[in-house]
């Protein structure tokens, strides 16, 4: 059973170029979270989805950063016309629930440095 | 809304010392509560839970008591090794929030 999948591990964009980072949560899960870590900072919390919905939102940048979570494939994060200030280690959780005190399955990261 | 404070690092101790880390947690409801450990480059792996009040979580020689009484989550190993250096985070899932509350993360450095 494979765990939760990120890619890529490594992004490298321009400024104002479009990121997008994917996440395959694992088998059997259908609720999905996203979080940034910023170097010396803890994960903030950015969105939470279920299966083509969007839970909660409330740590997302209200520009340039949109997430998805569709009926098949992975889930995204999408932030257009990045900043330096975006570059950071993007970490995607799943879990069989979305309450009932069940862990959260975290995948490696995408780590996105702007240059 | 949930939150989790744990104690700030980085914690330096040498080998084979007691490892202490603090965590408290304020919650509505009954949240169950976990430590993760990150090493570097990597993603957060789950270290240990517990899901009621006095359960003990354990795993790899650290435990941390879930006490509900002064909601705190210490986690606690009795001789650490050089491999343990890492990030901790302390969390809690299942209280008044559906989204997993984390910690801002404790850095440990163990010395040979």
Redesign the interface.
């Known amino acids: 059973n494979a765990g939760v999948m990120q890619n890529p591990r490594h992004l490298v964009r321009r400024r104002g170029q479009e990121a997008r980072l994917r996440c395959s949560p694992m088998k059997g899960h259908s609720h999905v979270y996203w979080y940034r870590q910023l170097p010396e900072e803890g994960l903030k919390f950015m969105v939470y989805l279920q299966k083509e919905n969007i839970i909660d939102e409330s740590g997302m940048p209200k520009e340039r950063f949109s997430a998805e979570f569709p009926k098949e494939g992975p889930s995204i994060l999408r932030i257009q016309q990045v900043v330096r200030g975006d570059s950071a280690a993007y970490f995607c959780a799943s879990s069989p629930l979305g309450t009932g005190g069940t862990e959260a399955f975290f995948g490696q990261g995408t780590r996105l440095t702007v240059v | 809304g949930d939150s989790v404070t744990q104690m700030e690092g980085p914690v330096t101790l040498s080998e084979e010392a007691f490892l202490t880390i603090n965590c408290t947690y304020t919650a509505t409801g009954y949240?169950?509560l976990?430590w993760?450990v990150q090493y570097p480059g990597?993603?957060?792996?789950?270290l240990l839970?517990a899901?009621k009040a006095d359960d003990k979580g354990s795993n790899k020689g650290f435990e941390a008591t879930y006490r509900k009484e002064t909601t705190s989550f210490h986690l606690e190993k009795g001789s650490v090794q050089v491999s343990d250096s890492a990030v901790y985070?302390c969390?809690l899932?299942?209280g008044g929030s559906?989204?997993?509350?984390?910690?801002?993360?404790t850095s440990l450095i163990v010395h040979p």
């Open positions: 949240p169950s976990f993760y990597e993603g957060l792996q789950l839970k899901t985070f969390a899932n299942g559906y989204i997993p509350t984390f910690g801002r993360g």
